[in-house]
C-alpha cells in the first residue's frame, strides 16, 4: 500500500514539472516572438527617423538658404525696413539709418518729433537746417501681424516734384491753348476802359459826369485786376503754408463767408459736420477759396426759398465735403467741361472760378467730382485726413 502511494506522487510531481517546463518553453517563445517584432518596429522607426531628420536638414538648408537670400534683398532695397516686436527695434536695414541715423536694436521705435505730416495720411516733410534745396517727404508704410510690425520707408520727394512739374506744365499748356480766350477776357474791359478813360480827357464834361465814367474805368480795371489773379491762381502750383487744421472750423468759417450771400437771396444754407477731430494738412485760404466758388456756383442756379446742403463724412484716411443744391442741376453735355478754364454759362463769370478751385483741391491731393441728383446737383470734395486722437 505504501509503495503504491509513493509511486502516485511520484507520477503527480513529475507530470508537475512538465507542465512547468511547457509553460516555461511557451513563455520564452512568446517573449522572443515579441523581441523579434520589437526589433523590427525599432529598425522601421529608426529609418523613419533616419528619413524625417534627412527632410529637417533639407528644409533648415532651404530655409537658411531663404533667409539668406531674404535678407541680401531686404540690405540691398533702397526703402528702409525695419522689423518691431511690441513697437520694439529687431532687426533693420542700412536704407532705415539713411532716414533714422541712430537706430539701435533693441530700442523703442518712434517717428521723430521733426518730422511734420504732410497732406497725406502717412506721409511725412522733414525740413533741413541747411537749406530747403536739401527738404524731403517720405512714406511710410505700416504692416501689422499680432505683435509684430514691419515699417517701411522710402523718399517719395522726387515722385512728388515730377507730379508738381507735370501739373504745372498741364497748366501751362492749358493756358497756352488757349491765348485766343485770354485776348478776349482782357480785350472787352481793357477797350471798355480806354472808352471811359478817353471820355475823362474831354474838357467840357461836367464833374458829375466825371466822376459817374472815372468810377466806370474804376471798375473795369478792378476786373482786369481780378482776371489776372485768376489767371495766376489758376497756374500757380502746390501750397505753400501747411498747416494741420480742424475740418469743422474750416467749413464754419467758409459758412460765415458765403452766409451774407445766401440771406441777401434767401436760400437756406445748412451745414451738418461729422467728427470734430477730423484735421486737414492744408494752406486755408486757397481751399476755403475752392469750397467758396463752389457753393456760389450752387447759390447762383438756386432761387428764394430753396435750400444748399454742406455736409462732410469720412474714413479714416479720407474725408469728403459735399455740396448739394436744389437747382435745375447740370446739363450733361456741360458735366465734364465745367471744370475747364475760362468755361462759364454766365454772362458775367471768368471762366475760372471752378478750375481754380479743382486746382485747389488737387494740390491738396484731393478729389472733386459733379453729378446730378434727383432734385438738383451735387459736388463731392474728397480730401486726405487725419483723426486726431483725443
Request: overall charge negative.
Amino acid at each position: 500500500m505504501n509503495n503504491s502511494s509513493d509511486n502516485t506522487l511520484s507520477l503527480d510531481s513529475n507530470t508537475t514539472n512538465l507542465g512547468e517546463i511547457a509553460s516555461k518553453s511557451i513563455n520564452i517563445d512568446a517573449l522572443q516572438s515579441a523581441f523579434t517584432l520589437f526589433y523590427e518596429e525599432s529598425k522601421k522607426l529608426e529609418a523613419q527617423q533616419t528619413e524625417l531628420q534627412s527632410k529637417i536638414d533639407l528644409l533648415s538648408t532651404e530655409l537658411s538658404e531663404s533667409n539668406q537670400r531674404i535678407t541680401a534683398l531686404i540690405k540691398s532695397m533702397p526703402a528702409g525696413v525695419i522689423l518691431l516686436e511690441n513697437q520694439i527695434v529687431k532687426i533693420f536695414n542700412p536704407s532705415a539709418l539713411q532716414f533714422f541715423p541712430f537706430l539701435k536694436s533693441e530700442q523703442l521705435f518712434a517717428i521723430p518729433k521733426y518730422w511734420k505730416e504732410s497732406i497725406t495720411s502717412g506721409e511725412y516733410f522733414i525740413e533741413s537746417e541747411e537749406s530747403s534745396t536739401f527738404n524731403r517727404t517720405v512714406q511710410v508704410i505700416k504692416i501689422e501681424e499680432d505683435f509684430r510690425t514691419i515699417i517701411q520707408i522710402q523718399d517719395i520727394t522726387h515722385n512728388i516734384l515730377n507730379l508738381q512739374k507735370s501739373q504745372q506744365e498741364s497748366r501751362l499748356a492749358a493756358m497756352g491753348k488757349m491765348t485766343a480766350s485770354i485776348a478776349h477776357q482782357i480785350r472787352t474791359p481793357l477797350a471798355t476802359a480806354l472808352i471811359y478813360s478817353s471820355h475823362l480827357c474831354d474838357l467840357d464834361l461836367d464833374e458829375s459826369t466825371k466822376i459817374s465814367f472815372a468810377q466806370r474805368l474804376r471798375k473795369q480795371l478792378l476786373d482786369l485786376e481780378k482776371l489776372s489773379k485768376e489767371m495766376l491762381q489758376f497756374v500757380a502750383n502746390r501750397p505753400q503754408k501747411l498747416e494741420l487744421i480742424s475740418l469743422s472750423d474750416l467749413i464754419l468759417e467758409t459758412k460765415l463767408v458765403i452766409q451774407p450771400l445766401c440771406d441777401q437771396k434767401r436760400v437756406q444754407l445748412n451745414t451738418q459736420l461729422c467728427d470734430a477731430s477730423i484735421k486737414i494738412s492744408a494752406e486755408k485760404l486757397p481751399l476755403m477759396n475752392a469750397f467758396i466758388a463752389i457753393l456760389e456756383n450752387a447759390l447762383e442756379v438756386s432761387t428764394s426759398d430753396q435750400k444748399i446742403e454742406f455736409f462732410t463724412q469720412s474714413d479714416k484716411q479720407r474725408c469728403q465735403i459735399v455740396i448739394e443744391d436744389q437747382g435745375p442741376g447740370i446739363p450733361e453735355n456741360i458735366l465734364d467741361a465745367m471744370f475747364e478754364p475760362f468755361f462759364s454759362t454766365g454772362a458775367n463769370g471768368s471762366g475760372l472760378g471752378l478750375s481754380i478751385a479743382k486746382n485747389a483741391i488737387e494740390s491738396h491731393r484731393g478729389t472733386v467730382r459733379a453729378q446730378n441728383t434727383e432734385v438738383g446737383a451735387r459736388f463731392t470734395i474728397t480730401l486726405p485726413c487725419i483723426i486726431e486722437l483725443m
